[in-house]
Structure formats: C-alpha cells, structure tokens
C-alpha cells in the first residue's frame, strides 16, 4: 500500500504497514505543540468510521483527558489517563508498562477495536515511543517555537514516522519562515513525510487525518488477506 | 560461581534495578501525598525523608519483606520436581489472601496487584533460560492477556516442569498477585534465599520512596541515596526479622500498618493533580 502524503516525501511502502489491530499510533512533541488539539481533531475525523480509543499522559493532572471528554468527540470510556511521575518519556519509552495496561484495558472493554492514540505528555526533541507500545509515531512541533527546531534534530524530529509542524497560522506573527522549516525538515529526515498544518485554521490538517486512517485501513486490509 | 548461582545473582540485581520495566517507577507509595500535606519538609528533622523511611520500613516494608521471604522459602524447589509444584498451588493461594489482610489501605491492594501483575507478565515473558524448559509452553497463554490464562490452552499444571515452574503457576492461579508474591516467587525459583529476598524488597521499597523524593523535592541526590547506608542497622533488623517468618505458617506473618500512610494514599487516589500514580 502505498500512502498518498500532501506535503512531504514518502518511505518505501513497507515502512508504513502494520498487520495488526489495533493500530496504535504515538503522538510525542513538546510541550504546547498541539498534541492534544491534533488528537482531538483525529478523533473528530476518524471515530465514525474508525473504532478507536485514546490514552493520554498527562504530566500532571489530567488535564488532557478531560480537554478530549470536554469536546465529545469520543465517549468517556474511550479515553484512559497514565500518570507518569515526573517522566514522560519514560512511560512511552523506557518503561511502557502503565502504558501498556492503558492499552489493554481499552482493548478489552471495547471489542473490535481498531486504532488506540496515544499521547505523550509534552517533552523535549529526545522523545520518542519504544515499539513495543506503539506501531508508527507523528512528531509534532509548532511553528512559534521559532524556525530552526527542525534543523535541531533529535531522535524526534529524526526518527518519527510523520512530522507535523503546527500553527502555521502563526509564522508571520513570529517571523518562522516556513520555507525553511519544510526544507531543513526534509534534509534532516532524508525525505521522511513531513506535513505543515494549523489545527486554528485547519489547513493541511487532512494530511494527518489520511496518513492514520490509511494506516487502519491497510491493517484491516492486511488482516482480511490473511 | 556456578551458573545457579550467577543467575540467582541476576535475577536479584534485574528485579531491583530501576530500568527493568515493571511500572514501578510511577509510583511514590504515598510519599507525593505526603509531601503536599507537609509530613515531609527535609528542612524539619522532626519530618524528615529519614524519618518517613524509618516508619515505612518498621512497618509497611517488613511486612512485605516478610511476604516476599516467605514466597522465596515455598517457591524454591527442585528444577522438574512436579509433585512438589503441585503442593505449592494452595500455598501461593493462601500467601495472597494472607496479604490483602495485611494491605488495610484499599489503594495500596490495587497498586500491589497491579505492580505483580505487570511484573509477572514481563518475567513469564522475558525470562528465558537454559534452566526454564517450558519456553514454548509459557509463552502463548501468558500474552497478550494475564486473566485468559486461567484453565487456557496450558494443558495444566501437569505441563509445568522448570524452574519457573511456581511463578508459572501463581500466574494461572491469581490474576493479579501481589507483588511481594511475585517477587519473592521468582527470586526463590531461582535459588534466592529468603533473607536475599527480603533484602532485595527492602531495597526496592526504599529506592522507591528515595527516586520519588529526589524528583518531587528537588533533593541533592547523593545525600538522598545516602539515606540507605545510614539506615542500614534498621534495615539489617527488618531483613532478619522478616526472612524469620519465611518458614512459618503463613497465618503468623507479621501485620504492621502504617495508617497515616494508609490515609494518604487513599486521599492521593482521588487527586486530580498528582505526578505520580499512588
Ligand atoms: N494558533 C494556533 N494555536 C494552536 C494550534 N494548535 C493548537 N493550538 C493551541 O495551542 C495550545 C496548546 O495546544 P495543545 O493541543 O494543548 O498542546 P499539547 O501539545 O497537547 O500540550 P501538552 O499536552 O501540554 O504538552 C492550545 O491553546 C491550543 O488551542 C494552531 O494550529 N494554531
Ligand atoms: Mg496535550
């Protein structure tokens, strides 16, 4: 299967499969990027034909969680919170136990289920999920952070399956160039897809949207071959 | 050394050390809560971390030191000894009913059975030695769900030969065991003495409390980690004192509480703005 990326290069197809159910997807990034907004509109796009689930992992409180129940976009049962003791990449990383649990409990109170999201709590360019919780992994930065973070690198920005640069509304207002953030993105993951988007105006957002239901949609694919 | 015990070594050293993934490193046990409600202020000798870990440690952690001692003495037998396996079923049983009558605090039942849980599943699963014939056997029931594994696939307990063969066996039996019980099982599958066994706890609990000290508090970390040898006369009292029960019926296990923690964790539970899960 090959996936169709607006923005971006692409890998070879078979970087982009997974043949099991259900798909689950980290979302990592730092700390205000949009995770939780991305997921929201993931939830928004896919849940009435995707049977998904959601588990966040707030550094503190849960704030997150409550955010996603607060705009209905999936039922209450459907969002499990992880607290993860002042480490965040270790709950999705180094220790992914608890969240592991999350993702159990919402396979087994929800039967069929096809797509789990995951969100990291925010952290720094380092961060990124061991493949032992996840399947595929979307880095997102923002745009405000200003217009080098992509040439930073990091195992983040590097090695994530889908880069997302958010708010890109905001560009203007502080001066990132977006030319040069889509660019130093490319070079750095070697023609890895990368997608600019703004959750504020929804441009570009579709992108995302069509790299995760693609995913779930080869999965079921896949699942029906064997 | 011989490789019995070189392994017995490394299972002691793989299930004390922070980096084994077993959930542990996201709870405080009480210690957050403690903390927001000023039981713990280090400038304050009279609420110091030292304190808080004596208390623990002559109450809650030698009571579990004493669990995981008495789990090591009942789940060390002869490697395919099956008759002797079979006997230990009921025993192991009995070890978790013993323990949830000694856990008072609600919280503190579900965050040790949830640990033992987790624990159980990542040794079941990444154990893997000479020594554990049953390889092949174990594998498919324990994953990717724990409960399913009751009366599954196993072909039952008759299957069980190894040195795993007990912990194998808390896993069909219990769900979701404590996990003192875990622990001081499969140090004691291994050849780990009981006193090794609740050395090993008493080592785990403090680590707990001290990590989630430095994290919460901002202490300096050496003197924080430097608390253990200073308590070292304490914790050489609780390891003796424990591993003593290992031989004893199980229904004279010691049954110290510590009810203000009790409390905070209860309180903690219900806390929307918490860092840590217990
Ligand atoms: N202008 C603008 N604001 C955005 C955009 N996406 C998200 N935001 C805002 O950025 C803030 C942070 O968004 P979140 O989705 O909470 O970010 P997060 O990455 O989940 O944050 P943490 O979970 O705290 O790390 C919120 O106030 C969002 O409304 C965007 O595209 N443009
Ligand atoms: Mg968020």
Request: charge should be negative; glycine fraction near 10%; include cysteine.
């Amino acid at each position: 299967m090959h996936l169709e990326i607006p923005q971006g290069g692409s890998r070879s197809p078979s970087s982009i499969e997974t043949d099991s159910l259900p798909v689950k997807i980290g979302i990592g990034g730092p700390v205000g990027s949009g995770k939780t907004a991305l997921v929201a509109e993931l939830c928004r796009s896919l849940s009435g034909r995707i049977n998904l689930g959601v588990v966040t992992n707030d550094i503190y409180t849960t704030e997150d969680a409550e955010f996603l129940k607060r705009q209905g976009v999936l039922s209450d049962d459907r969002i499990v919170a992880v607290q993860t003791g002042c480490c965040p990449h270790t709950a999705i990383r180094d220790d992914i136990s608890d969240n592991q649990a999350a993702v159990e409990s919402l396979v087994r109170a929800h039967e069929g289920l096809e797509l789990v999201i995951i969100e990291s709590g925010g952290d720094n360019l380092t961060a990124t999920f061991s493949a032992g919780l996840v399947d595929k992994q979307i880095f997102v930065v923002d745009v405000a952070g200003g217009d080098k973070v992509p040439r930073k690198g990091g195992p983040g920005i590097t090695r994530s399956d889908l880069l997302v640069i958010n708010k890109v509304d905001l560009a203007t207002l502080v001066g990132a160039d977006l030319a040069v953030m889509e660019r130093d993105a490319w070079e750095i993951r070697q023609g890895a897809p990368v997608v600019l988007i703004s959750l504020r105006t929804d441009e570009g957002v579709i992108g995302v949207v069509n790299w995760v239901s693609a995913l779930v949609e080869g999965a079921r694919q896949m699942l029906k071959i064997a | 050394m011989d490789a019995g015990t070189v392994l017995s070594y490394l299972a002691v050293a793989m299930t004390t050390d922070g980096r084994f993934p077993t959930g542990g490193y996201s709870h405080s046990h009480g210690l957050e809560q403690a903390i927001s409600r000023g039981h713990i202020r280090p400038e304050d000798p009279f609420c110091s971390l030292a304190r808080w870990l004596r208390t623990q440690l002559q109450t809650v952690v030698i009571t579990g030191a004493a669990q995981s001692a008495w789990a090591a003495h009942h789940s060390a037998i002869g490697h395919g000894d099956l008759s002797a396996v079979n006997d230990r079923s009921d025993l192991l049983i009995l070890l978790d009913s013993e323990i949830d009558a000694r856990t008072p605090s609600p919280r503190a039942r579900e965050v040790s059975r949830s640990l033992g849980r987790r624990l159980i599943t990542n040794l079941l699963v990444g154990w893997t030695t000479p020594s554990t014939k049953f390889a092949e056997i174990r594998v498919a029931p324990v994953l990717p769900e724990m409960p399913g594994l009751c009366g599954e696939p196993f072909g039952g307990v008759d299957g069980i030969e190894g040195a795993l063969a007990p912990l194998e066996l808390l896993a069909i039996e219990v769900a979701s065991p404590h996990l003192s019980e875990v622990t001081g099982c499969f140090l004691g599958c291994l050849g780990t003495s009981p006193v090794e066994a609740a050395a090993a706890w008493c080592y785990n609990c403090l680590v707990s409390h001290v990590s989630a000290a430095v994290k919460l508090l901002g202490m300096d970390p050496v003197s924080a980690f430097g608390l253990l040898p200073s308590l070292g006369d304490i914790i050489s009292d609780v390891v003796a004192e424990a591993s003593h029960f290992a031989s004893r019926p199980a229904s004279e296990l010691p049954s110290y509480s510590f009810s203000l923690a009790d409390a905070l964790l209860e309180e903690h539970a219900t806390r929307k703005d918490r860092l840590f899960a217990s």
